[in-house]
Protein backbone atom coordinates (compact mmCIF):
# COMPACT_ATOMS: atom_id res chain seq x y z
CA UNK A 1 0.00 0.00 0.00
CA UNK A 2 1.33 3.53 -0.53
CA UNK A 3 1.91 6.33 1.62
CA UNK A 4 -0.07 9.18 0.86
CA UNK A 5 1.05 13.05 1.46
CA UNK A 6 -0.81 16.16 1.14
CA UNK A 7 0.83 19.11 0.48
CA UNK A 8 -0.38 22.73 1.05
CA UNK A 9 0.75 25.97 1.32
CA UNK A 10 0.39 29.62 2.46
CA UNK A 11 -3.07 29.94 3.54
CA UNK A 12 -2.44 33.42 4.26
CA UNK A 13 -5.42 33.09 6.46
CA UNK A 14 -8.36 36.09 5.91
CA UNK A 15 -9.79 37.93 7.06
CA UNK A 16 -7.39 39.88 8.73
CA UNK A 17 -8.02 40.84 12.15
CA UNK A 18 -8.19 44.72 13.43
CA UNK A 19 -5.02 46.17 13.92
CA UNK A 20 -3.85 48.20 16.89
CA UNK A 21 -2.77 51.71 16.01
CA UNK A 22 0.35 50.47 17.37
CA UNK A 23 0.65 47.14 16.40
CA UNK A 24 1.08 49.05 12.80
CA UNK A 25 4.35 51.37 13.83
CA UNK A 26 6.68 48.60 12.36
CA UNK A 27 7.08 46.58 8.88
CA UNK A 28 3.27 45.87 9.25
CA UNK A 29 1.98 49.18 8.20
CA UNK A 30 3.34 48.36 4.72
CA UNK A 31 1.74 45.09 4.85
CA UNK A 32 -1.55 46.60 6.43
CA UNK A 33 -1.76 48.77 3.46
CA UNK A 34 -0.96 45.95 1.01
CA UNK A 35 -3.61 43.57 2.48
CA UNK A 36 -6.23 46.24 2.89
CA UNK A 37 -5.62 47.18 -0.66
CA UNK A 38 -4.49 44.62 -2.46
CA UNK A 39 -4.26 40.59 -0.92
CA UNK A 40 -7.28 40.62 0.65
CA UNK A 41 -9.24 40.59 -3.01
CA UNK A 42 -6.65 37.39 -3.76
CA UNK A 43 -6.63 35.41 -0.90
CA UNK A 44 -10.07 33.90 0.59
CA UNK A 45 -11.62 31.81 2.58
CA UNK A 46 -14.04 30.58 0.61
CA UNK A 47 -11.37 29.08 -1.98
CA UNK A 48 -9.16 27.94 1.35
CA UNK A 49 -12.33 25.83 2.94
CA UNK A 50 -12.71 24.13 -0.53
CA UNK A 51 -9.45 23.03 -0.88
CA UNK A 52 -9.31 21.63 2.52
CA UNK A 53 -12.50 19.47 2.03
CA UNK A 54 -11.04 18.19 -1.18
CA UNK A 55 -8.11 17.05 0.94
CA UNK A 56 -10.14 15.65 3.32
CA UNK A 57 -11.81 13.66 0.75
CA UNK A 58 -8.68 12.58 -0.71
CA UNK A 59 -8.21 10.93 2.96
CA UNK A 60 -3.80 11.50 2.82
CA UNK A 61 -2.05 9.34 5.36
CA UNK A 62 -0.63 12.85 6.37
CA UNK A 63 -0.78 16.46 5.62
CA UNK A 64 2.27 19.41 5.09
CA UNK A 65 1.62 22.92 5.36
CA UNK A 66 4.52 24.98 4.74
CA UNK A 67 4.06 27.83 6.21
CA UNK A 68 2.75 31.73 5.81
CA UNK A 69 -0.76 30.65 8.01
CA UNK A 70 -0.82 34.53 9.09
CA UNK A 71 -0.16 37.68 7.33
CA UNK A 72 1.40 40.62 9.49
CA UNK A 73 1.39 38.16 12.69
CA UNK A 74 -0.60 40.61 14.19
CA UNK A 75 -0.84 39.04 17.98
CA UNK A 76 -4.91 38.25 16.63
CA UNK A 77 -4.24 36.77 13.97
CA UNK A 78 -2.54 33.34 16.21
CA UNK A 79 -5.65 31.86 17.59
CA UNK A 80 -7.65 31.92 14.07
CA UNK A 81 -4.47 30.13 12.52
CA UNK A 82 -4.55 27.49 15.79
CA UNK A 83 -8.06 27.16 15.10
CA UNK A 84 -7.78 26.57 11.17
CA UNK A 85 -4.71 24.13 11.58
CA UNK A 86 -7.26 21.74 13.79
CA UNK A 87 -10.11 22.29 11.37
CA UNK A 88 -7.17 20.62 8.84
CA UNK A 89 -6.74 17.54 11.18
CA UNK A 90 -5.20 17.07 14.65
CA UNK A 91 -1.62 17.48 14.92
CA UNK A 92 -0.56 13.73 14.79
CA UNK A 93 -1.63 13.83 11.43
CA UNK A 94 -0.64 17.28 9.73
CA UNK A 95 2.62 18.94 9.90
CA UNK A 96 3.61 22.26 9.78
CA UNK A 97 6.73 24.87 9.42
CA UNK A 98 6.47 28.30 9.95
CA UNK A 99 7.03 30.86 6.92
CA UNK A 100 8.50 35.22 6.32
CA UNK A 101 4.80 36.19 7.20
CA UNK A 102 4.50 34.10 10.53
CA UNK A 103 7.37 35.66 11.84
CA UNK A 104 6.87 38.86 10.10
CA UNK A 105 8.37 41.23 12.68
CA UNK A 106 10.34 40.67 15.88
CA UNK A 107 7.54 41.34 18.71
CA UNK A 108 5.86 38.24 17.39
CA UNK A 109 8.48 35.88 15.78
CA UNK A 110 8.16 33.32 18.70
CA UNK A 111 4.03 33.12 18.46
CA UNK A 112 3.72 30.66 15.56
CA UNK A 113 6.01 28.11 17.19
CA UNK A 114 3.94 28.65 20.22
CA UNK A 115 0.62 28.44 18.77
CA UNK A 116 1.50 25.55 16.53
CA UNK A 117 3.49 23.72 19.13
CA UNK A 118 2.13 20.49 18.92
CA UNK A 119 1.67 20.59 14.49
CA UNK A 120 6.01 21.00 14.78
CA UNK A 121 6.93 18.68 17.19
CA UNK A 122 9.29 16.16 16.96
CA UNK A 123 8.77 12.49 17.80
CA UNK A 124 11.70 12.95 20.64
CA UNK A 125 12.47 16.24 21.03
CA UNK A 126 9.07 16.60 22.82
CA UNK A 127 8.18 20.00 21.43
CA UNK A 128 10.65 22.82 22.41
CA UNK A 129 9.76 24.37 19.33
CA UNK A 130 13.19 23.70 18.02
CA UNK A 131 14.20 22.94 14.40
CA UNK A 132 15.01 21.00 12.67
CA UNK A 133 12.53 18.66 14.02
CA UNK A 134 11.82 15.07 13.02
CA UNK A 135 8.53 13.41 12.69
CA UNK A 136 8.43 9.75 11.83
CA UNK A 137 4.67 8.47 9.77
CA UNK A 138 4.53 5.27 7.82
CA UNK A 139 8.07 5.19 5.76
CA UNK A 140 8.63 8.70 5.17
CA UNK A 141 10.28 10.95 7.90
CA UNK A 142 9.43 14.74 7.40
CA UNK A 143 12.16 16.99 8.48
CA UNK A 144 10.56 20.40 9.05
CA UNK A 145 13.52 23.45 9.34
CA UNK A 146 12.55 27.16 9.61
CA UNK A 147 13.77 29.91 7.47
CA UNK A 148 11.28 32.14 8.76
CA UNK A 149 12.61 35.46 10.00
CA UNK A 150 11.69 38.76 10.58
CA UNK A 151 13.32 41.04 7.60
CA UNK A 152 13.47 44.84 6.54
CA UNK A 153 10.26 46.33 5.35
CA UNK A 154 10.06 45.28 1.88
CA UNK A 155 11.95 41.82 1.96
CA UNK A 156 10.86 38.83 1.81
CA UNK A 157 13.85 36.75 2.17
CA UNK A 158 14.28 33.41 4.67
CA UNK A 159 17.64 31.67 6.62
CA UNK A 160 17.93 29.03 8.38
CA UNK A 161 20.78 30.23 10.18
CA UNK A 162 24.70 28.40 11.25
CA UNK A 163 22.69 26.47 14.07
CA UNK A 164 19.79 24.84 12.21
CA UNK A 165 22.27 24.32 9.72
CA UNK A 166 24.77 22.31 11.65
CA UNK A 167 22.00 20.41 13.43
CA UNK A 168 20.35 19.67 9.93
CA UNK A 169 24.08 18.17 8.52
CA UNK A 170 23.28 16.05 11.57
CA UNK A 171 20.47 14.87 11.12
CA UNK A 172 20.55 14.06 7.66
CA UNK A 173 24.08 12.12 8.30
CA UNK A 174 22.33 10.06 10.50
CA UNK A 175 19.33 9.33 8.41
CA UNK A 176 21.36 8.95 5.28
CA UNK A 177 21.83 5.29 6.77
CA UNK A 178 18.47 4.25 7.02
CA UNK A 179 15.83 3.23 4.54
CA UNK A 180 13.05 6.06 4.95
CA UNK A 181 11.67 8.26 2.54
CA UNK A 182 13.03 11.68 4.14
CA UNK A 183 10.45 14.37 2.99
CA UNK A 184 12.38 17.73 3.63
CA UNK A 185 10.22 21.00 4.79
CA UNK A 186 11.31 24.48 4.27
CA UNK A 187 9.05 27.60 3.31
CA UNK A 188 11.88 29.39 0.89
CA UNK A 189 12.45 27.82 -2.23
CA UNK A 190 15.92 26.48 -2.44
CA UNK A 191 16.76 28.61 -5.98
CA UNK A 192 15.55 32.09 -6.44
CA UNK A 193 16.10 34.63 -8.97
CA UNK A 194 14.46 37.34 -6.81
CA UNK A 195 17.12 39.08 -4.28
CA UNK A 196 14.14 40.46 -1.77
CA UNK A 197 12.93 36.89 -1.77
CA UNK A 198 15.46 34.43 -1.58
CA UNK A 199 16.53 32.30 0.81
CA UNK A 200 20.16 33.76 1.53
CA UNK A 201 21.91 30.51 2.89
CA UNK A 202 20.07 28.38 -0.08
CA UNK A 203 23.41 27.30 -1.24
CA UNK A 204 24.40 25.97 2.17
CA UNK A 205 21.34 23.67 2.03
CA UNK A 206 22.04 22.62 -1.03
CA UNK A 207 25.16 21.84 -0.02
CA UNK A 208 23.82 19.83 2.59
CA UNK A 209 21.31 17.81 0.02
CA UNK A 210 23.41 17.37 -2.20
CA UNK A 211 26.35 15.57 0.49
CA UNK A 212 23.32 13.67 2.27
CA UNK A 213 20.71 12.85 0.19
CA UNK A 214 16.70 13.20 0.96
CA UNK A 215 14.46 11.89 -1.24
CA UNK A 216 11.47 14.64 -1.77
CA UNK A 217 11.57 18.76 -0.90
CA UNK A 218 8.68 20.55 0.09
CA UNK A 219 7.95 24.16 -0.40
CA UNK A 220 5.58 27.59 -0.62
CA UNK A 221 6.67 31.19 -0.43
CA UNK A 222 6.35 31.63 -4.04
CA UNK A 223 2.65 30.86 -4.82
CA UNK A 224 3.37 29.11 -7.81
CA UNK A 225 3.45 25.80 -9.25
CA UNK A 226 7.01 24.70 -9.38
CA UNK A 227 9.51 21.52 -9.63
CA UNK A 228 12.79 21.98 -9.44
CA UNK A 229 15.61 19.11 -9.46
CA UNK A 230 18.30 19.28 -6.89
CA UNK A 231 21.77 17.39 -6.96
CA UNK A 232 21.83 14.43 -4.66
CA UNK A 233 24.47 11.73 -3.99
CA UNK A 234 22.14 9.37 -6.19
CA UNK A 235 20.56 11.48 -8.80
CA UNK A 236 18.25 14.20 -8.74
CA UNK A 237 16.15 15.26 -6.11
CA UNK A 238 12.19 17.20 -6.89
CA UNK A 239 12.19 20.17 -4.80
CA UNK A 240 8.14 20.73 -5.46
CA UNK A 241 6.16 24.43 -4.55
CA UNK A 242 2.58 25.08 -4.45
CA UNK A 243 0.73 28.06 -4.88
CA UNK A 244 -1.00 29.79 -2.23
CA UNK A 245 -3.82 27.43 -0.76
CA UNK A 246 -6.80 30.94 -0.54
CA UNK A 247 -5.35 32.19 -3.81
CA UNK A 248 -7.70 33.01 -6.49
CA UNK A 249 -5.81 33.27 -9.92
CA UNK A 250 -4.09 37.06 -10.30
CA UNK A 251 -1.49 38.29 -12.11
CA UNK A 252 1.46 35.86 -12.60
CA UNK A 253 -0.20 33.69 -9.62
CA UNK A 254 -2.28 30.49 -10.56
CA UNK A 255 -5.19 29.43 -8.24
CA UNK A 256 -5.04 27.54 -5.28
CA UNK A 257 -3.88 23.86 -5.47
CA UNK A 258 -2.09 21.18 -3.61
CA UNK A 259 -0.28 18.19 -4.02
CA UNK A 260 -0.83 14.52 -3.51
CA UNK A 261 2.13 12.68 -3.20
CA UNK A 262 1.72 8.66 -3.29
CA UNK A 263 5.07 6.78 -2.20
CA UNK A 264 5.49 2.93 -2.29
CA UNK A 265 8.70 0.51 -2.20
CA UNK A 266 9.89 -0.16 -5.33
CA UNK A 267 13.08 -2.48 -6.44
CA UNK A 268 15.10 -1.22 -3.84
CA UNK A 269 14.10 1.86 -4.39
CA UNK A 270 10.55 4.47 -4.36
CA UNK A 271 7.86 4.91 -6.91
CA UNK A 272 6.80 8.10 -6.72
CA UNK A 273 3.75 9.99 -8.40
CA UNK A 274 2.65 13.59 -7.86
CA UNK A 275 -1.30 14.36 -8.26
CA UNK A 276 -1.76 17.94 -8.53
CA UNK A 277 -5.12 19.37 -7.51
CA UNK A 278 -6.71 22.73 -7.92
CA UNK A 279 -9.80 25.34 -7.76
CA UNK A 280 -11.38 26.01 -11.07
CA UNK A 281 -13.38 29.24 -11.70
CA UNK A 282 -16.58 27.11 -10.23
CA UNK A 283 -14.44 26.65 -7.10
CA UNK A 284 -14.52 22.94 -7.52
CA UNK A 285 -11.68 21.22 -7.10
CA UNK A 286 -10.05 18.80 -9.67
CA UNK A 287 -6.82 17.01 -10.69
CA UNK A 288 -4.79 19.40 -12.90
CA UNK A 289 -2.85 16.52 -13.83
CA UNK A 290 -0.77 13.64 -12.80
CA UNK A 291 3.66 13.49 -12.71
CA UNK A 292 5.37 10.12 -12.09
CA UNK A 293 8.63 11.72 -10.26
CA UNK A 294 10.64 8.24 -9.69
FE1 LIG B 1 3.25 33.39 1.08
FE1 LIG C 1 6.48 33.48 2.18
Same mark, same amino acid.
Given at each position: ?? @???????? *?????? *?????? /????? #?? $??? $????????????? /??????? &?????? %???? +????????? +?? $? /??? @???????? !??????????? +???????? =? #?????? &?? !??????????????????? @??????????????????? %????????????????????? &?? $??????????????????????? #????????? &?????????????????????????? *????????? =???????????? *??? %? @?????? /? #???????? !?????????????????? =????
Amino acid at each position: MA @FTLAHLSD *PHLPPL *PAARLR /ELASK #RA $LGY $LNWTRNRHKYHRR /EVLDALV &ADIHAQ %APDH +IAVTGDLVN +IA $L /EAE @FAPSRAWL !ESVGAAEHVTV +IPGNHDAY =V #RATKHR &AA !EAWSDYLRGDIDGGNGAFP @FLRRRGPVVLIGVSSAVPT %APLMATGKLGAAQMQALDKLL &AQ $LATEQAFRVLLVHHPLHSCSRVK #RLTDSRQLR &ALINQHGVELVLHGHDHIHSTMWLEG *PHGKIPAIG =VPSASAIAHRQY *PAA %A @FNMFSI /E #RSDGGWRV !EQTVRGIGRDMQVKEIRR =VQLS
